[in-house]
């Protein structure tokens, strides 16, 4: 049990229950970044593999002659 303090235990829990959440929440934020970072690469592949397909049909297109 802690020592008597002159701080008034209502502080001191919600001080300590701060403490806790903020680490409690780390692993669900890292989670969501997580899957926000894998979104954003699946939006951009579309474009990209568009763009590259365009390029290697010009470059395959026979030249006229």
Known sequence: ???????NNQITDAVTQ??????GDAPAMAMGQLFEATNAQQQANAPQQASTTQG??????PTGG
């Open 1 to 7: 049990m802690a020592y008597p303090t002159a701080v």
């Open 56 to 61: 290697v049909s010009t470059l395959s297109k």
């Open 18 to 23: 701060a403490n806790v959440k903020v680490p």
